[in-house]
C-alpha cells in the first residue's frame, strides 16, 4: 500500500524559507520518479519540482532558482527546500510518485506578512 506524508509546512514571511519533507512508503522508493505538487484556492493542482531515480531535477519557471528538490533514498524521503517565498506560494504542497495515483494528506504553506 503506497503511503505518502508531507510535513514542514507553515506560515512564513515573505523572503523566508522552509524545508518540506516526504515520507515514502509502499514502493521501492530509490526506483521512483518523484514530484511535488502544489494546490492554491480556487486554482488546479500543478507540478513544481520532480526528480528522477537517477537524480535529474526539472522545475516550473515559477520556482526555478528558488526551490530546490533532492531526496534520501536511504531513508525513504523526498525533500523540497523552499527559498525566497512569495505570497503566490501559497498553496497545499504534496508529493507523488510520478507513475502511481496516490496521494498524500498535503502540508499548507501559507506566505504572508
Known amino acids: 500500500q503506497v503511503r505518502l506524508v508531507e510535513s514542514g509546512g507553515g506560515l512564513v514571511q515573505p523572503g523566508g524559507s522552509l524545508r518540506l519533507s516526504c515520507a515514502a512508503s509502499?514502493?521501492?522508493?530509490?526506483?521512483?520518479?518523484m514530484g511535488w505538487y502544489r494546490q492554491a484556492p480556487g486554482k488546479q493542482r500543478e507540478l513544481v519540482a520532480s526528480i528522477s531515480s537517477g537524480g535529474g531535477t526539472n522545475y516550473d519557471d515559477s520556482v526555478k532558482g528558488r526551490f530546490t528538490i533532492s531526496r534520501d533514498n536511504a531513508k525513504n524521503t523526498l525533500l523540497l527546500q523552499m527559498n525566497s517565498l512569495k505570497p503566490e506560494d501559497t498553496a497545499v504542497y504534496y508529493c507523488?510518485?510520478?507513475?502511481?495515483?496516490?496521494w498524500g494528506q498535503g502540508t499548507q504553506v501559507t506566505v504572508s506578512s
Open positions: 507523488k510518485h510520478q507513475y502511481l495515483s496516490a
Open positions: 509502499g514502493f521501492v522508493f530509490s526506483f521512483a520518479a
